[in-house]
């Protein structure tokens, strides 16, 4: 299961959950609470894999977490608010693909020319 499908099968609700206890479930290691929502949502194992045909170091997912944030975060400006639209947004447009592409360098490019790429709905060349 990629990202974007993730995203729509714990939905809005949870994902308001998690952001607003963030601090709560940051005391805990992160695999466990991963493993908490995927036991509690039922969600099913899944064929996604973009490490196995990684031909390169593969970024930890704090790495790719902070160009999530840090994309949800530009497109956002002051707009606190709506920020878990924005996050489904992302997550679920075509750029979640180019990010997820670890053989390629776009998810390492200046936090600028993703947003810009983003706006305009392809990679910029």
């Known amino acids: 299961m990629n990202r974007s499908e993730l995203v729509r099968v714990m939905g809005e609700k949870t994902i308001r959950r998690i952001y607003r206890y963030a601090d709560v479930f940051h005391c805990e290691p992160i695999e466990k609470i991963a493993d908490d929502f995927i ?9 996604f894999d973009n490490v196995a045909s ?13 160009v999530y944030e ?11 608010e709506h920020i878990i639209d924005r996050l489904v947004e992302v997550y679920t447009s ?4 180019a990010i997820s592409n670890y053989n390629s360098d776009f998810y ?11 706006e305009e709905g392809q990679v910029c060349g």
Do not use: F
């Open 108 to 118: 390492y490019q200046p936090r600028d020319y993703i947003r810009v790429c983003y």
């Open 39 to 47: 036991t509690n949502l039922n969600i099913p194992k899944g064929a």
């Open 54 to 66: 990684c031909r390169y170091d593969v970024p930890d997912y704090w790495t790719i977490g902070e």
């Open 70 to 80: 840090r994309l949800i975060e530009d497109i956002s400006g002051d707009d606190e």
């Open 94 to 97: 075509w750029i979640n693909t």
